[in-house]
């Protein structure tokens, strides 16, 4: 045979094998398209083509697990903007009760534009660069608000009976995802307990990709000034997977952080702590967890646990050992939100809790024996109003609005949370009250060791219990010299020269 028709041949097959998998790749995706085209054509009523896409996304991912998901554009937007802890905006918290009354302002962050400009807490925002918001929905007021930095928006509210009109500058707003006790003077955080200024307390609401920098820094500025250190993770809820493995860095010299294994149990990654800390090894470190802490907080409360580098106090967390990871649609418009592996803790457990799993089941990071202080109600309540003033000076000694001010982590800046349908309310209604009886339930229960633990704390923690035994255990041990990790001194860690990966966990 010539080589030319060989050659020729050769092209043939080729050409017929990327048809194939070609045709294989979109035989699902041409059939999703001709029913929406039906539709369009034929359904009884107008239909947008926009929404029939999402609900055909949103059906596929629903028969994927509870952390996979569907960003549309405005959701994609604001989840990033968590991620990169920074928007274009004029730096206000916002939420809306009731849709088709005005946006209200929950709060002005420190050192904002909108607190520079006069704008206030309970303010109702009526105009926005002239045009009439009072009944719009909040998406679309905060993408009026919203606007490359330098620009300015001109913002009418109403204040009680009167109407004030200014003019905001916007600007890069910054979100801080790791903060102090309390605030001082010049509303800088202070990190330390006020009551015990001797303990260091640092807070991460989040893991983002400021995160690590944002510790170093803290951390820096404390120099291991200081006889114990807390880091609170109760109510974080996660973030990205590097961030927690170099925040588990700056405290251990050696031992294993996490793993990740994907389909077939196939180790995907392995991370282990490189030499140097940021934290004297001498300095006894507490990691205060709850039920809502979970994912990167999981990680790092288990690898300091599971190395014996910390003690953990607390209640139980929530049980997330799943990594997620953002693939952008729609040239990055959009994007999916896939469960891609599963994190294993030094001990080669995974603490995922599966959708059959019991409370006698082994999920989730447990707090060490005599530390499970769980927090009655009120205590609960004291707690947030204290984050709450301490994290929005201006909010001191108001009252919380009804709907509640949006949580640290739920929004950015100039956009809320969105409004949620009736049913979707009534679900998280449901399932508050279910939290709160198995909480009752878990509260009637305080072991022996735990009240003793309790009871050797300070006094004036005795609002945040499980603060309170982690404090005088840590007290304890720095009195006495005992150390978690017996090297000494060691030399800073190094996470600067490890490579960022877009996974969240």
């Not at 339930?441 to 004036?460: F, H, I, W, Y």
């Not at 255990?473 to 877009?502: C, F, H, K, V, Y």
Request: proline letters at 7%; one cysteine or more; a negative charge.
């Amino acid at each position: 045979m010539p080589p030319r028709n060989f050659n020729l041949i050769l092209f043939a097959v080729v050409v017929s094998i990327l048809c194939h998998f070609t045709y294989r790749n979109t035989r699902s995706a041409s059939i999703l398209g001709e029913a929406i085209e039906l539709i369009e054509q034929n359904y009884v009523d107008p239909v947008d083509r926009k929404q029939l896409v999402m609900a055909a996304m949103e059906g596929v991912v629903s028969q994927l697990d509870e952390h996979s998901g569907y960003f549309a554009v405005d959701a994609y937007r604001s989840f990033q903007d968590n991620m990169h802890q920074e928007f274009a905006g004029i730096g206000i918290y916002v939420d809306q009760p009731n849709p088709g009354e005005p946006v209200r302002v929950v709060t002005p962050l420190v050192n904002s534009p909108a607190l520079r400009a006069g704008v206030l807490p309970n303010d109702l925002i009526i105009r926005v660069n002239g045009q009439d918001v009072s009944d719009m929905l909040l998406a679309d007021v905060s993408d009026r608000l919203k606007g490359p930095p330098g620009t300015t928006v001109s913002l009418t509210v109403l204040r009680g009976d009167e109407k004030h009109t200014m003019s905001v500058q916007r600007a890069t707003i910054e979100l801080e995802s790791v903060v102090g006790d309390h605030r001082d003077a010049s509303n800088r955080w202070v990190y330390r307990l006020a009551s015990e200024p001797s303990v260091a307390y640092v807070r991460l609401k989040s893991f983002g990709e400021k995160t690590v920098r944002e510790l170093e820094q803290v951390l820096a500025e404390l120099d291991n000034d200081f006889d114990a250190l807390v880091m609170d993770l109760r109510g974080n809820g996660g973030g990205l997977l590097y961030a927690a493995r170099d925040v588990s860095d700056m405290f251990l010299s050696k031992g294993q952080i996490v793993s990740t294994r994907i389909r077939d149990g196939e180790i995907e990654e392995s991370y282990a702590a490189t030499p140097g800390t940021l934290v004297d090894a001498s300095k006894p470190i507490a990691i205060l967890i709850d039920e809502n802490s979970a994912s990167a907080s999981e990680i790092v409360a288990a690898c300091l646990q599971d190395n014996g580098r910390a003690i953990v106090v607390g209640t139980r967390s929530y049980g997330k050992g799943t990594v997620q990871e953002i693939m952008p649609l729609q040239y990055g418009r959009s994007a999916l939100r896939l469960t891609v592996a599963r994190y294993f803790r030094p001990n080669n457990k995974n603490i995922h809790r599966t959708a059959d799993a019991s409370e006698d089941d082994d999920w989730g990071v447990t707090p060490d024996p005599g530390f499970v202080i769980p927090m009655e109600p009120e205590a609960l309540a004291k707690l947030a109003d204290r984050w709450r003033e301490a994290s929005f000076p201006m909010l001191v000694g108001i009252d919380p609005p009804q709907a509640g001010p949006p949580s640290e982590s739920a929004a950015t800046g100039d956009l809320a949370s969105p409004v949620l349908d009736a049913r979707k309310r009534e679900i998280l209604k449901l399932e508050a009250e279910l939290n709160a009886l198995q909480s009752k339930m878990e509260r009637s229960v305080l072991s022996d060791l735990a009240k003793a633990n309790l009871s050797r704390g300070p006094q004036q923690l005795a609002d945040d219990p499980p603060l309170r035994a982690a404090v005088g255990r840590l007290l304890e041990l720095s009195g006495a010299g005992q150390n978690a990790e017996p090297d000494a001194a060691e030399p800073p860690a190094d996470t600067s020269s490890r490579e960022p990966q877009e996974k969240a966990a």
